[in-house]
């Protein structure tokens, strides 16, 4: 089994900042590319950010500028550094990773999801 493990969502003021975390344990050869989503309330889940293996990185357009997705591969980890935060990012951010297990086979794993409110 493999598991994502998010953390770092909370409550911050407009304009404040916050850094996500999520990571991935279990039976993992190789982890391909890694990803974050938001689904605000009442909406549907959305991209935020992506980043491949080899560290090139894509946004969503509401993002760029102020969101950076990086990745520790020795960690297993992925972060996604949020500046600049505005109430309409207060959504629930979710982890998301294609990962190879030591059988060959390939998973597409969700995190739990955490809770960013962005709020004066």
């Known amino acids: 089994q493999v598991e994502l493990v998010e953390s770092g969502g909370g409550l911050v003021q407009p304009g404040g900042s916050l850094r996500l975390s999520c990571a991935a344990s279990?039976?993992?050869?190789?982890?391909?590319?890694m990803a974050w989503y938001r689904q605000p309330p009442g909406q549907q889940r959305e991209l935020v950010a992506h980043?491949?293996?080899?560290?090139?990185?894509n946004y969503a357009d509401s993002v760029k500028g102020r969101f950076t997705i990086s990745r520790d591969n020795a960690k297993n980890t992925v972060y996604l550094q949020m500046n600049s935060l505005k109430p309409e990012d207060t959504a629930v951010y979710y982890c998301?990773?294609?990962?190879?297990?030591?059988?060959?086979?390939?998973?597409?794993?969700w995190g739990q999801g955490t809770l960013v409110t962005v709020s004066s």
């Open positions: 980043i491949t293996s080899g560290g090139s990185t």
């Open positions: 279990g039976r993992i050869a190789r982890i391909n590319d």
């Open positions: 998301n990773t294609n990962v190879v297990t030591p059988e060959s086979l390939f998973l597409r794993v």
